[in-house]
């Protein structure tokens, strides 16, 4: 019976941290969308101040998470690992149910972007977890003691976790769960549906002389026509939710959105224009040589023009020349949606997305000619699964060390 006791609570603490440790890496993976999820935290406690810290305070809680994970599958430092964990979840649960009453718009974030759940799913998922936690500790003499060697496993494995850590915040995520992800269609020049009313419009049909017409509720025709049905159709020019729309605007806010959906179109995004004048000679060198080898280079910047002249001053009158000709303007989030890596470039082919590439990791000339020339169904199945690949087998890797180890 005690056997089966102590079983069941392993079973209960493994369990716990399966998903804290899924939960931690999936937000580690992407350490930008993980400080926007914790902005949206720090602006529900009323805690905006804090949002220039609020990326570190993201990655720092994430790794915590997976830490105290670690050390519920591995079973070291059992009871010390039990307190920690409900502590954190403690909070959390509270924090959730915060959530299920006041009802903000904002996303949980407990898996980052891969896995969206509403208040009340991640609120009664919490509670499963605070009770399987109680479950694991309750009573404490019973949590049994850990195998010496599963002491180098968890070292093994948060070394691992805390590279993983520095690659991420690096560069850009190795699997992209936004909607600007590889093989994305880019829709341009279309209205967007806020919602399913707005993509959608009455028509009523009148009859005279033995003609038939169709007429909007803004032109309905005189009392010699008569009425015979209505119906609902679909706006014309309006697209769906969910397409892909990256608005680009010049300096006249004159909207420009087939620019990067016809051709090959390689832009640099960025999102945060208070950049050294070193980051902004290297974007000024990238778009000379994609335009040199034949793509249509695009500099979006989410600023104004007052802003930007005032950001490119320390430029010399060349450079600042050169990034104004190819200098156009969005949005923050979305180009911090479209590529986390601030000056990062995205590759556009006849409005699909192809690939990204963050600040540092730049195509060079050589790359470019080979990118232009290339195949671009082969370069999306190709970065796809790399990234794919290796994320998976990063998992594989942690969970391998921690069980077997």
Not at 348 to 372: C, H, N, V
Request: proline share 3%; charged share 20%; net charge negative.
């Amino acid at each position: 019976m005690r056997y089966l006791l102590l079983r069941m609570k392993r079973f209960c603490g493994f369990i716990t941290g399966f998903v804290f440790v899924i939960s931690g890496i999936l937000k580690l993976l992407d350490p930008v969308g993980t400080g926007l999820i914790m902005d949206g935290y720090l602006d529900f406690l009323h805690l905006g101040f804090l949002g220039s810290l609020s990326k570190v305070l993201g990655v720092t809680f994430a790794f915590a998470e997976t830490v105290i994970g670690t050390g519920l599958i591995t079973g070291i430092w059992r009871k010390p690992s039990a307190i920690a964990a409900m502590a954190l979840q403690g909070f959390f649960t509270f924090l959730t149910l915060l959530l299920v009453i006041f009802n903000p718009t904002m996303d949980c974030g407990c898996f980052g972007e891969a896995v969206h759940l509403t208040h009340m799913q991640t609120f009664i998922k919490n509670i499963i977890l605070c009770v399987l936690l109680a479950a694991y500790y309750f009573p404490p003499k019973l949590l049994g003691h850990n195998k010496r060697r599963k002491y180098v496993s968890f070292a093994a494995v948060t070394a691992s976790v805390l590279a993983f850590t520095v690659y991420s915040w690096m560069y850009i995520p190795l699997v992209d769960f936004t909607d600007y992800k590889p093989a994305a269609f880019l829709s341009a020049g279309h209205t967007y549906a806020t919602s399913d009313e707005d993509a959608y419009e009455a028509v009523f049909i009148y009859e005279k002389d033995g003609v038939t017409e169709r007429f909007g509720l803004d032109d309905i025709p005189d009392s010699t026509w008569t009425f015979v049905s209505a119906e609902t159709v679909e706006k014309d020019g309006v697209e769906e939710k969910g397409l892909t729309h990256l608005p680009i605007y010049d300096d006249t806010d004159e909207q420009l959105d087939t620019l990067a959906s016809e051709g090959k179109v390689m832009i640099v995004s960025v999102y945060k224009p208070e950049m050294k004048k070193a980051r902004w000679i290297q974007t000024a060198d990238f778009l000379e040589r994609a335009s040199e080898n034949g793509f249509t280079a695009l500099l979006l910047a989410a600023s104004t023009p007052e802003e930007m002249d005032i950001a490119l001053k320390q430029l010399t009158a060349e450079t600042k020349a050169m990034l104004e000709s190819h200098l156009y303007f969005s949005d923050y989030k979305t180009l911090l949606t479209m590529n986390r890596s601030n000056a990062g470039v995205t590759y556009f082919s006849d409005g699909y997305l192809i690939s990204k590439w963050a600040r540092r990791t730049m195509p060079d000339a050589e790359a470019l000619k080979q990118i232009y020339n290339g195949d671009d169904t082969e370069t999306v199945i190709d970065k796809s699964t790399k990234g794919s690949l290796t994320f998976q087998g990063f998992l594989l890797y942690i969970f391998a060390v921690m069980l077997l180890l």
